[in-house]
């Protein structure tokens, strides 16, 4: 997406911002358009449940558990 202005979800403003390059560490993306960049925090948590969900996951859960005593599902 070099050379055009792309799209940037801020996390900690939770605005989207445009840019030709990263803002801030805070942002996400870059997107090609502002609806995509306003959709990314809930596409990110749709794709973090499934993987959590997932048995690739498994390793990760086990090691947490075992740290915490939490079920991160």
Known sequence: MSGAQSYW???STQS???ADERPSEDTI???ATA????????VLLE???????????QPFR???EGDEGNDLV
């Open 35 to 42: 609806a995509e960049a306003e959709d990314s925090p809930a």
């Open 29 to 31: 993306g870059p997107f």
């Open 9 to 11: 979800y801020n996390l």
């Open 62 to 64: 086990e090691m947490a």
């Open 16 to 18: 989207v911002e445009r």
């Open 47 to 57: 794709h973090a449940r499934a993987w959590l969900e997932s048995e690739e996951s």
